[in-house]
């Protein structure tokens, strides 16, 4: 009973280091999603994914790539990070395409601090 | 962009007070989603809203969806010291779930 397993769960980089966040679920869902949660600032859209092979920004993608060469993984690549970027990440994933019906399962977070 | 936003931001209870959320968008929602996070941990869906009107309830939490589709509400009843936590209510848009920034629940028992 994994559900969504994000790795790592902490990680400390320096300003101009690039890293991937790394996003794993075993429910055979088709949408994936990563987020960011700032103190005060709830959570943020970064991009999402319809399924494999399809990728989309969401409200805050500068800065982060993704791509989803399988249905399993949707990893978050920090070309060059910044501490603005200083922040805790949340991948999430549902069942359903369109999302209207699905709920979000959310992984247990990665914690970002860029100095 | 479409967004939900949230009041209040931070709520203190004595417990066994009741507590009330309130989700409002400028424009008609076609759902809403409601989510609870414990400190230190992660959001977990509560419910979905769908239809104009509608109340759910799930034991002491009651969860309502305005006639116009443009406002949404948790009430808590006779709150806990299990209720702690930051609650979002969640729109979406297209293949989007945006998220409003949540109300902090602090519980002093």
């Known amino acids: 009973n994994a559900g969504v397993t994000q790795t790592p769960k902490f990680q400390v980089l320096k300003t101009g280091q690039s890293m991937t966040l790394q996003c794993a679920q075993d429910m055979n869902h088709e949408y994936m999603s990563w987020y960011r949660q700032d103190p005060g600032m709830g959570l943020r859209l970064i991009h999402y994914s319809v399924g494999a092979g399809i990728t989309d920004q969401g409200e805050v993608p500068n800065g982060y790539n993704v791509s989803r060469s399988t249905t399993e993984d949707f990893p978050l690549r920090l070309l060059s990070a910044a501490p603005s970027q200083t922040s805790v990440y949340f991948c999430?994933?549902?069942?359903?395409?369109?999302?209207?019906?699905?709920?979000?399962?959310f992984g247990e977070g990665s914690r970002l601090t860029v100095l | 962009g479409q967004q939900v936003m949230q009041i209040p931001q931070y709520q203190h209870v004595q417990e066994g007070e009741d507590f009330t959320t309130y989700c409002n968008s400028s424009t008609t929602l076609s759902n809403i989603q409601w989510y609870k996070q414990r400190p230190g941990g992660h959001p977990v869906f509560l419910i979905q809203?769908?239809?104009?009107?509608e109340v759910k309830k799930q034991k002491r939490l009651t969860f309502q969806f305005g006639e116009a589709k443009k406002n949404s509400s948790l009430h808590i009843t006779a709150t806990q010291t299990t209720d702690v936590g930051t609650y979002f209510c969640?729109?979406?848009?297209?293949?989007?779930?945006?998220f409003g920034g949540g109300t902090r629940l602090m519980v002093k028992p």
């Open positions: 999430a994933s549902t069942h359903t395409l369109g999302l209207a019906t699905g709920e979000l399962f």
């Open positions: 809203l769908v239809k104009s009107g």
């Open positions: 969640a729109r979406n848009a297209g293949n989007m779930l945006t």
